[in-house]
C-alpha cells in the first residue's frame, strides 16, 4: 500500500501525505469513501434525484429561521466537540497513517491550533527508535480549499529542539531503518508545487550514525530559511571505529556550515590520536599516528528558480564558484614498506563547478604543498622533503550520457565509448630534498624545477609530459661523489590505466621516454686512496740490494708519479663529468619486468684536473645499455702519466634469464711499480649474473713490459697469458679471482748477471678476506723456467727451476726444485740438485727462503762439480767422489737490507786437477751471509793427500771469506823433506786478479825434495835449507822472485853438466869443483809446480856456506 492510496474502508485512514517544497508534508483531509473531491480541490457537488426534478425547497420566513437557528446549535455543538476532540483526532489520523506505512509511532500532541501545533514524536521500535522529536514546534497557514495538487496547509516555521536520529551508512548503501521505504518513495515520487517552510530550526540534535565501524554519536544545530541551509554546526566527540579497511579512535571533530550569499562556507576539522587503514583481509596495515585534518571551503549554493530546478541537476544549486582549502598533518605514517614522520600537506582549489543533468565540471586553478621530515624505505632514508604546485591549472569533465551515434567517440584501442571522465592537470611543480641516502647512494640538497608539467587521466588511460631543470649539491655511492651538479630533463609517459584502473582485459601496460643531460664540475672518487697510500709508503721504503756485478751501478729507485695507481689515483680526486643528449626509453607492465634503451650520440667525458680524459664514445646505431637489444660502445684513457687504454664493448645485452653478457676488446700500456713501461692486449667475453662478472679469454694475451724491480732490475719481461677451465678474471660479492696459465715467459736480470727462459706454469690470484692486510692471495705453479749465467766468466751451468708459491691471508710458502737444465747431465744425476723453501708473513712482508742440497753425492759416473759450475776446473775437473751438503737461509723484510747465512760441508771428497789427485778433502764452513760470501775466521779445509810432481800430505789452511776475496790466515803441508808453510794472504775472487803470496820452510831436507821430483834424475842435494820464496799467480803461470834460500850447516849440491844445457845465464853461484858458474835451470813444465819451483829457486839462491 502506497501512501498515495489508502483504502476506502479504513476509517483511521482519512488523512494523506501531500510532498511540500524540500521538508514539508501535510495531510489533505478527504471524504470516508477515499473520493478526493472536486474541481480545484473543492466537495464535489451532490448529485440530484429523479432526473433533476425534485421538489422545489419549502417557503416561510418561520421555517427559514427554525432552520438557520438549529444549524447554528448544530454548528455550536460541533464546534465544541472537534474542538475538545482535536488532539486526539489528530493523533489517531498521524499515528494510523503511520501505521499504514509500517512505521511504528508515539505522537504527543500539546497544543493544536489552526495555525500552531506542537508536541513529541516517536518513529520506529519503542526500544530502538529512527526518529525521535523531544520537542517540536510548528507553525503553519492553512488553505482548506487549495487546488491543482498544492497543499492545504505552508510551514512558516519548524523548531526542533534536542531531535534524535538513528540511521545507518555501510557497504549496502545509506539507511534509515523503519522510515527507510517511507523515505525512498518519497524521494522518488515527482516534486510537487509545495513551497518550502519558512524556518527551519534543529538545536542539540543527536545523530547517531552506524556505520561498518560502529556508531558514531554526533551533535549539533541545523538552521534553514526557506528551505535553503543557512547554519549547520556538527560536533563529532571522541569515538572508537573498527571496521574491514581500519580502525582507531577520532578523538575530536567538527563540521560548520554558514550560508552566505549564493555560497555555503563550511569548515572542518578531525583528529584522531591513531589510525589503521588496510585495504582487504589480507592487504598490507598502515598505520597513522597524530593525524590533523583542516577543512575550509566556500562552496556554490545558489537558489534555483522553481521551473529551473524541475530541469536541473539535483546538484545544479552547488553549481559556480569553489573555493577549497585543506590541511592534513600526521605525526607518523606507516606502512608495510615506509615510514613517514612529520607529514603535512596544504592543498587548495580555486575553480568553477558546474553540474548539469549529464555532465559535471570543474575548471580552474590548484595549489599543493606537501613535506615530510623523514622517509624511510627499507634502506631509503630521506629527510626534509618537500614538493610546491603552486600555480596548477586543474580540469575536470564526467560524462553520465549513454552512448549515441550523435555524441559518442570513436571506439579506441581500449574499447572505450563516450567521454566518461577526463582529468587535466598543467603547470609547474618544484620538488626539494635535503637528504636521500640508499645503499651507499647519497643525494644531497636536491631539487628538481618542472617548468611544465602536463598530467591527462581518462578512465582506463593516462599521459603526463614534463619539462625541466634538476640540481643536486652532491651526489655520492661508494666511493664515488658528484658535486654541484646541474640537469635538464624533459620527457613524457603513458600508461593504459586512469580513473577507474586499467581497461577489461588490458595489463596496465605504460610507457615513458625521458631525455636528459648531466654535468658536474667537481667529482672525485676516493676507492684509491689507500691503496695509493700504502703503494706511496712502500715504494719509498724499498731498499734495492747491491748487485752481484760490482761495476753494475745501484738499481735506481722506480719514480712514484709511475705507478698507474697513484696516477689514477691523482687523477680520481678531482673532475668533470659531462654527459649530453641522453635519450632513456621505458616500457612496462603489470607483472612484467622493465625494459629499457639508454642511448646518446654523444661521447660521455670525465676530464681530470691533473690532465687527461676518459672518454666514452657510444656507437650510433647501438644503445649504451637496453633490456633486449645488444649495446656496443668505446672506452679510452689517455694522458700524462696515466695508463693508456683503448677498450671496445659490443654485442652486450641481457639474456633470457637477465643475464648481462658482452664481447671486450683492450688494450693498454701502464707503469705499475715496480713494473715499468708494461703492455698487454686481450679479447674475450664477459657475463655478468647471479651478482658475479666473469671475463673468459678468446685467446692468449700477450704481456711485457720493459723493466721490473723486484729486488733489482728485471729487463725485457715477456710472456703469454692464457685461459685455463677457469675465467681469467671473476668478481662478485667484494671479492676478486684471477686463473690461468703463462707460457713463454722471459726476463733479463742485469744486476744478477741471471737470464731465465721459457718459463711456464699456472697461477690463481683472489682477494681475501676484508680485514687482511694485503687483501690478496695466489698460487704460482711453475712447470719450469730455465735460469742462465750471464756473468763474463760463468758462474754456474743452466738450471731449470719448478715447484709453487701459496699465500693466503696471513703468510706466503713455497717450494721450488733446481735440476741441471742439460739432458745428459740430468740423466745421471735425475734428482734435485737444490730445494728451495719460500715463507713469507702477508702481515709485514718479512720473510725468508731456505735452500737445502741435502746430501749432494758427487761419483765418476754420476754428478760432477762442474755440472754445477765451471769454475771449479782449475781446481777439480773429473773423477770426483764424495758427498757435499749446502744449508743456506735468505731474510728479508718491507725495509732494510736482506740478510743471509749458510753452511757448507765437504766429507772426504776425492779429485783429480791441474795440481794433481787430491784424496780426503773435508771441510765445514759457516757462513754469516751468503750475498756476499761472508765468514767469521778460522774456517778450516784439509786435504788428507795431494799427489803432484811433490807428493804432499795432510794439507790444512785456515780461511776467512769477506766477500770479495778469501782471507787465508795459515797454511801447511807435508813433503817428503818437511813442511811448507804459507804466510797470510788474501786470495781475490774477481777473475784476472794476480794472487801474490810467500811460501815458507825451515830445516827441509831439500835433497829428499828433489829425489821425490823428476830432478832427481839430474840433480842430487844433500843438506837441509831454510827459505822463504815469494810468488805471484797469473792466471795458469806462478813465478816466484826475490826469494831467499840458506843452508842449516853443510851440504852437497851435484847436478849433472847436461841438465844445463839450453838454459840461458842470469845469474850464478860458485859450486865446488865447478869450472863455470851455475845457470839458472828452466821449468820443465808449467804443469809441474814443484820442478819450476826448484829450477827458480837455484837460478836466485845464493850460498854463503856450502860445500
Not at 600508461?495 to 625521458?514: D, K, M, Q, R, V
Request: net charge neutral.
Amino acid at each position: 500500500m502506497t501512501p498515495t492510496d489508502p483504502t476506502a474502508d479504513q476509517n483511521d485512514e482519512l488523512m494523506f501525505p501531500v510532498r511540500t517544497a524540500s521538508l514539508g508534508t501535510f495531510s489533505r483531509v478527504i471524504s470516508g469513501d477515499a473520493r478526493t473531491g472536486g474541481e480545484k480541490g473543492r466537495p464535489a457537488k451532490k448529485t440530484k434525484s429523479g432526473g433533476g426534478k425534485g421538489r422545489p425547497p419549502k417557503s416561510g420566513a418561520g421555517k427559514a429561521g427554525q432552520i438557520i437557528g438549529l444549524t447554528l446549535c448544530g454548528v455550536a455543538a460541533i464546534g465544541v466537540a472537534a474542538v475538545a476532540a482535536r488532539k486526539e483526532i489528530a493523533r489517531e489520523i498521524a499515528q494510523g497513517w503511520l501505521r499504514s506505512q509500517q512505521i511504528e509511532s508515539e505522537l504527543k500532541i500539546g497544543r493544536l491550533g489552526l495555525n500552531h501545533a506542537e508536541g513529541s514524536i516517536r518513529l520506529g521500535k519503542a526500544t530502538s527508535p529512527d526518529v525521535v522529536l523531544n520537542d517540536f514546534r510548528i507553525d503553519y497557514d492553512l488553505n482548506l480549499f487549495a487546488g491543482q495538487g498544492k497543499p492545504m496547509a505552508r510551514f512558516k516555521r519548524i523548531h526542533l529542539t534536542k531531535p534524535e536520529i538513528a540511521l545507518s551508512l555501510t557497504s549496502k548503501g545509506l539507511n534509515f531503518g523503519t522510515l527507510d521505504p517511507l523515505i525512498q518513495s518519497i524521494l522518488s515520487s515527482p516534486s510537487n508545487k509545495g513551497e518550502a517552510p519558512g524556518e527551519v530550526l534543529i538545536e542539540n540534535a543527536v545523530v547517531r550514525l552506524k556505520t561498518d565501524y560502529g556508531t558514531i554519536n554526533a551533535t549539533g544545530r541545523v538552521q534553514m530559511q526557506a528551505g535553503r541551509l543557512q547554519q549547520l554546526n556538527l560536533n563529532i566527540p571522541s569515538t572508537r571505529l573498527s571496521g574491514p579497511l581500519g580502525q582507531g579512535t577520532l578523538s575530536d571533530g567538527f563540521i560548520t556550515a554558514r550560508s552566505v550569499g549564493e555560497g555555503l562556507k563550511v569548515e572542518g576539522k578531525f583528529v584522531a590520536d591513531a589510525w589503521e587503514m588496510k585495504p582487504g583481509k589480507t592487504g598490507d596495515v598502515t598505520r597513522l599516528k597524530g593525524v590533523h585534518l583542516d577543512l575550509t571551503s566556500n562552496l556554490p549554493y545558489r537558489q534555483l528558480e522553481q521551473a529551473a530546478n524541475l530541469k536541473a541537476s539535483p546538484l545544479a544549486e552547488f553549481s559556480g564558484p569553489l573555493e577549497a582549502h585543506m590541511k592534513v598533518a600526521a605525526e607518523e605514517l606507516n606502512t608495510a614498506d615506509a615510514t613517514l614522520k612529520g607529514v603535512k600537506a596544504d592543498a587548495s582549489v580555486l575553480a568553477a563547478l558546474s553540474f548539469e543533468r549529464d555532465e559535471t565540471r570543474l575548471e580552474g586553478q590548484s595549489r599543493l604543498q606537501a613535506r615530510a621530515d623523514t622517509v624511510t624505505h627499507g634502506a631509503v632514508f630521506g629527510r626534509d622533503l618537500y614538493v610546491d604546485a603552486s600555480s596548477l591549472n586543474l580540469s575536470f569533465a564526467h560524462s553520465s550520457k549513454a552512448p549515441t551515434e550523435a555524441n559518442s567517440a570513436p571506439a579506441t584501442a581500449q574499447g572505450r565509448k563516450g567521454d566518461g571522465a577526463n582529468v587535466w592537470i598543467d603547470g609547474p611543480l618544484q620538488a626539494r630534498i635535503g637528504l636521500y641516502r640508499q645503499d651507499g647512494i647519497e643525494v644531497s640538497t636536491a631539487r628538481a624545477d618542472l617548468e611544465k608539467v602536463a598530467l591527462h587521466m581518462a578512465d582506463t588511460e593516462s599521459d603526463i609530459s614534463f619539462k625541466g631543470t634538476a640540481y643536486a649539491g652532491r651526489m655520492a655511492a661508494a666511493d664515488l661523489s658528484l658535486d654541484r651538479v646541474n640537469m635538464t630533463i624533459s620527457g613524457n609517459a603513458k600508461a593504459e590505466t586512469g580513473l577507474n584502473g586499467a581497461a577489461e582485459n588490458e595489463a596496465s601496460a605504460w610507457t615513458a621516454a625521458i631525455k636528459t643531460s648531466l654535468n658536474s664540475r667537481h667529482g672525485s672518487y676516493n676507492g684509491l686512496d689507500e691503496m695509493a697510500a700504502t703503494r706511496r709508503k712502500d715504494l719509498q721504503a724499498v731498499v734495492y740490494p747491491e748487485p752481484v756485478n760490482t761495476d753494475t751501478p745501484p738499481v735506481a729507485v722506480a719514480p712514484v708519479r709511475a705507478d698507474a695507481v697513484i696516477a689514477l689515483q691523482e687523477a680520481a680526486q678531482a673532475f668533470s663529468l659531462e654527459a649530453n643528449d641522453i635519450n632513456i626509453k621505458l616500457d612496462g607492465a603489470a607483472g612484467k619486468p622493465v625494459a629499457f634503451d639508454v642511448r646518446t650520440k654523444t661521447p660521455i667525458t670525465v676530464t681530470p684536473a691533473t690532465g687527461g680524459k676518459l672518454t666514452l664514445t657510444p656507437d650510433r646505431a647501438r644503445p649504451l645499455i637496453a633490456s633486449a637489444d645488444r649495446a656496443a660502445f668505446g672506452v679510452r684513457l689517455e694522458g700524462e702519466n696515466l695508463p693508456e687504454v683503448n677498450a671496445f664493448l659490443s654485442d652486450m645485452g641481457f639474456g633470457a634469464n637477465g643475464d648481462l653478457s658482452g664481447k671486450l676488446a683492450a688494450d693498454a700500456k701502464f707503469n705499475f711499480a715496480p713494473v715499468t713501461s708494461a703492455e698487454t692486449k686481450a679479447t674475450g667475453r664477459f657475463t655478468v649474473a647471479g651478482g658475479r662478472t666473469r671475463f673468459v679469454l678468446d685467446e692468449c694475451m700477450p704481456f711485457s713490459a720493459a723493466r721490473a724491480d723486484i729486488g733489482g732490475r728485471l729487463e725485457g719481461l715477456t710472456a703469454n697469458i692464457c685461459a685455463t677451465e677457469a675465467p681469467i678474471l671473476t668478481l662478485g660479492n667484494g671479492q676478486w679471482q684471477s686463473a690461468g696459465a703463462f707460457e713463454a715467459l722471459k726476463l733479463n736480470a742485469p744486476d744478477y748477471e741471471a737470464r731465465i727462459s721459457n718459463a711456464k706454469g699456472r697461477f690463481n690470484a683472489f682477494s681475501t678476506r676484508a680485514d687482511a692486510p694485503n687483501g690478496a692471495g695466489f698460487r704460482i705453479t711453475v712447470a719450469a723456467a730455465e735460469a742462465h749465467d750471464t756473468a763474463d766468466k760463468t758462474r754456474f751451468n743452466p738450471v731449470t727451476v719448478a715447484g709453487k708459491l701459496d699465500q693466503d691471508a696471513l703468510r706466503m710458502t713455497g717450494r721450488l726444485g733446481v735440476k741441471p737444465l742439460s739432458p745428459a747431465v740430468r740423466e745421471r744425476a735425475p734428482g734435485d740438485l737444490a730445494r728451495i723453501d719460500i715463507v713469507q708473513d702477508a702481515r709485514t712482508d718479512a720473510g725468508y727462503a731456505l735452500i737445502n742440497t741435502g746430501d749432494m753425492v758427487f761419483a765418476p759416473e754420476g754428478l760432477q762439480p762442474i755440472d754445477l759450475t765451471p769454475q771449479v776446473a782449475s781446481v777439480a775437473t773429473k773423477n770426483v767422489a764424495g758427498t757435499a751438503s749446502f744449508d743456506g737461509r735468505f731474510d728479508w723484510s718491507r725495509t732494510g737490507t736482506p740478510t743471509s747465512q749458510g753452511r757448507l760441508r765437504l766429507n772426504d771428497i776425492n779429485f783429480e786437477g791441474p795440481v794433481g789427485k787430491a784424496q780426503g778433502l773435508r771441510g765445514d764452513i759457516e757462513f754469516t751471509s751468503l750475498s756476499p760470501l761472508m765468514t767469521p775466521p778460522g774456517q778450516i779445509l784439509s786435504v788428507a793427500s795431494l799427489t803432484t810432481a811433490l807428493p804432499l800430505t795432510d794439507l790444512n789452511t785456515s780461511v776467512q771469506f769477506r766477500g770479495d776475496h778469501i782471507a787465508l790466515a795459515a797454511a801447511t803441508a807435508m813433503s817428503p823433506g818437511g813442511q811448507f808453510g804459507l804466510e797470510p794472504m788474501d786470495v781475490p775472487l774477481a777473475e784476472n786478479v794476480p794472487i801474490k803470496g810467500a811460501l815458507t820452510f825451515e830445516r827441509l831436507d831439500f835433497g829428499k825434495i828433489i829425489a821425490a821430483t823428476d830432478l832427481g834424475r839430474d840433480m842430487k842435494f844433500e843438506g837441509a835449507v831454510t827459505g822463504r820464496m815469494p810468488f805471484e799467480v797469473n792466471g795458469s803461470r806462478i813465478n816466484f822472485a826475490q826469494g831467499e834460500l840458506r843452508g842449516d850447516g853443510p851440504g852437497r849440491l851435484s847436478i849433472q853438466r847436461a841438465a844445463l844445457q839450453g838454459v840461458a845465464s842470469s845469474g850464478g853461484v860458485d859450486v865446488e869443483g865447478a869450472d863455470v858458474p851455475v845457470q839458472a835451470l828452466a821449468p820443465a813444465d808449467a804443469s809441474k809446480v814443484v820442478e819450476d819451483m826448484a829450477y827458480q829457486a837455484m837460478e836466485n839462491m845464493a850460498y854463503s856456506d856450502m860445500s
